[in-house]
């Protein structure tokens, strides 16, 4: 405890109720001591930290100024909510968060009644914030009753459109609704857009010093509900000044760009909306991601997402691994097919380092695309340059393109445009938790017409996906892969695009055929390797494509074995429920094979490392072992004999 900062007032804060007792010197000094505890939590737990050094003050002050969890305070993706979740009766369990049985990363509706919408997902606030402000016009009543609606969004979720559908819909129903807008230039990585350009242009066009001569004389230009109890009228004037048509034109009254990080305008700003707020409030707040720690400020992501790290140094404690990561194996496999086709081009929504991307764009500037947090776009993007005759690479998380499918569906499988789809974290993905996971592309891909649907079981195998995603061109295509490292297997110097179609055998066996889509192709090996110390020595296959099947290979398993297991990293309705369908079509259960299926299971698992959420989800060896001597009848006593 003795490398804990001081905090003798963030001491006496146990709801956010506390905070109306400190003067606003008081509350400056709060925010400065909430800042320090975020720096020591995050450091021993790792997680998302700079977006919440950045929102420290405006933390502290909607707190102290709202009645919260009576005002309902939304925050847009919530990676930034740190702090809030210390101010709000969680600091005593603050150092778990991210872990087994821990708090989560991310608002969660289970976890408190701070946080009335759990999030994890961009530009879901405003339309959240809406619903809470006519439930509450309507005589809606939940426990703590319903009092102001606050959305707090950041600036590159405004580049997708759901922020703007709710806008439109929120100016035209002129319901009372708060929306700070968190502008600090910077989402994961640097933001891009017209959006971007225009925040620039409401606080860049001049110079503020310059409006501060003529602020006493610009009263008149507050919108009127501001001109009583502005209670720093001149600073607020040299902002405002500015103005902010585009949020106007939508219906809502603009007040900012103000200083984020200015607690005494902060708090005036925020009291005078809510004594005088009417409609729909925009409110521009300016704020610097990872502000007050040196180490993220300097950095290039403004530790967006961290490991532990050293306070003092900020030096990140990552764990080393001589194999490399899928998601850099993605990328210079990529590099390496635009090096022979200058038709490739690649596209990501908001994620280029995620995915791998910004070194490609390091390589092809011209031929890679970042288009903002916008995935509906990027696939329909996608879809255009597919029919003008590119090779495009949407390279996104599994659990982003969830936001793309109808346009998967419409605009690219229905006309059979071949976009090649790059499906990074597929499958559990650890401390991120079930709003992260990549668990359901299999299903929703697989059922589309003519869509053909691969799974990596190793890094080796990834390369040759990426070359044949890249030589198919009369239909849609996609390959999946995992976060984190690779199985350590030699990389090929070249990738070779794969039969179409077509798995392969990976051990000949008998009486039970372990048939693997995906990088649990590792753990039925070590299945396999215990399976024989008893007497067992399955076949193990890996199938390669969830569609179309290998139904020869299918066909062979399921003729010359007493049972047949396929294992997958998704969930119910996927590749194992393709090959029942298959099997029943071919009346092989009618010859008596004993069919079995390990999937996810039909819950959302909760935060852990990835080994435990698998081994929660009945996917390690050990549990792929006890599914092949209970499906072959062989009892708990007799294993051991076996």
């Known amino acids: 405890m003795s490398d804990r900062p001081n905090t003798p007032l963030l001491d006496q804060v146990n709801a956010p109720e506390d905070l109306k007792r400190f003067s606003d010197t008081e509350l400056r000094q709060v925010a400065d001591e909430l800042r320090a505890e975020t720096i020591s939590a995050v450091s021993e737990t790792g997680g998302h930290l700079g977006a919440g050094l950045g929102v ?108 703007y559908e709710a806008m439109n819909n929120a100016g035209h129903l002129k319901k009372r609704l708060i929306v700070i807008l968190n502008d600090n230039e910077m989402s994961i990585a640097p933001p891009v857009g017209a959006m971007s350009s225009y925040l620039s242009k409401l606080y860049a066009g001049e110079p503020f010093q310059e409006f501060k001569s003529a602020a006493k004389s610009a009263i008149s230009l507050l919108p ?43 708090l005036a700003v925020l009291r005078t909306v809510k004594q005088r707020a009417t409609g729909p409030m925009l409110i521009h707040v300016l704020t610097e991601k990872g502000k007050g720690y040196a180490p993220a400020e300097e950095s290039s992501d403004k530790y967006h997402g961290v490991a532990k790290f050293d306070v003092i140094s900020g030096k ?26 200058n038709k490739v081009v690649a596209v990501t929504a908001a994620m280029p380092d995620g995915t791998g991307l910004d070194k490609f764009a390091a390589r092809f500037g011209t031929r890679c695309f970042d288009v903002g947090i916008a995935e509906q776009h990027a696939v329909t993007f996608c879809a255009g340059m597919a029919a003008g005759g590119l090779k495009p690479f949407c390279a996104l998380y599994s659990t982003f393109l969830q936001r793309g499918y109808d346009q998967v569906v419409h605009d690219v499988a229905i006309q059979r ?45 990834l390369v040759h996906m990426v070359a044949t995603a890249a030589s198919i061109n009369d239909r849609p295509s996609a390959f999946r892969f995992p976060r984190g490292e690779g199985v350590g297997v030699d990389l090929p110097e070249v990738g070779v695009p794969l039969e ?29 390797i215990s399976l ?35 294992i997958e990293e998704g969930a119910v309705g996927g590749f194992g429920s393709h090959v029942a369908q298959f099997l029943a079509e ?28 698998y081994e929660t989800a009945g996917m390690n060896a050990p549990q792929i072992e006890a599914k092949v001597l209970d499906v072959l009848g062989i009892s708990q006593i007799n294993k051991a004999r076996a």
């Not at 077509?502 to 372990?514: D, P």
């Not at 071919?586 to 959420?613: C, H, N, W, Y």
């Open 500 to 528: 179409i179609g077509k798995g392969r055998t990976i051990q000949e066996g008998s009486r039970v055929a372990l048939l693997s889509f995906g990088t649990r192709l590792q753990e039925c090996e070590q299945a396999a």
């Open 224 to 266: 009127e509900p501001f001109q009583d109890g502005a209670k720093r009228a001149k600073d607020m004037v040299k902002h405002m000044t500015v103005g902010g048509t585009l949020f106007e034109q939508l219906g809502f009254s603009y007040v900012g760009p103000i200083d984020g990080h200015d607690m005494e305008q902060l």
């Open 316 to 341: 990140q404690k990552k764990t080393p691994s001589n194999a490399p990561s899928y998601t850099s194996v993605f990328a210079q496999s990529l590099i390496a097919e635009a090096e022979k086709d």
């Open 586 to 613: 071919e009346g092989v259960f009618d010859t008596g094979l004993k069919f079995r299926s390990i999937v996810l299971p039909d819950t959302f698992i909760d935060q852990s490392s990835p080994a435990k959420m």
């Open 532 to 566: 024989a110390r008893k007497g067992i020595t399955p076949t193990i296959a890996d199938a390669r494509f969830a569609k179309p099947l290998d139904e020869d290979l299918i066909r062979e398993l399921a003729a010359n074995h007493e049972a047949l297991i396929t």
């Open 417 to 461: 445009l071949p976009v090649r789809f790059a499906i990074d974290r597929a499958g559990l993905v650890g401390a991120d938790g079930a709003t992260h996971a990549g668990s359901f592309d299999i299903g929703f891909l697989a059922n589309l017409p003519d869509f053909v649907v691969m799974a990596a079981a190793d890094e080796a195998e």
């Open 56 to 163: 420290v003050e405006l933390t502290t002050a909607i707190h102290a100024v709202f009645d919260t969890p009576k005002d309902r305070l939304i925050w847009d993706v919530s990676h930034q909510c740190y702090p809030h979740k210390i101010l709000t009766g969680r600091r005593d369990r603050i150092r778990t968060l991210r872990q087994e049985n821990g708090l989560s990363g991310f608002t969660k509706r289970s976890e408190s009644a701070f946080d009335p919408f759990g999030a994890a997902h961009s530009s879901t606030s405003i339309s959240a914030a809406l619903g809470f402000a006519v439930a509450r016009d309507l005589g809606g009543a939940p426990e703590h009753g319903l009092g102001d609606a606050i959305a707090v969004i950041g600036d590159g979720a405004m580049s997708a459109g759901m922020a």
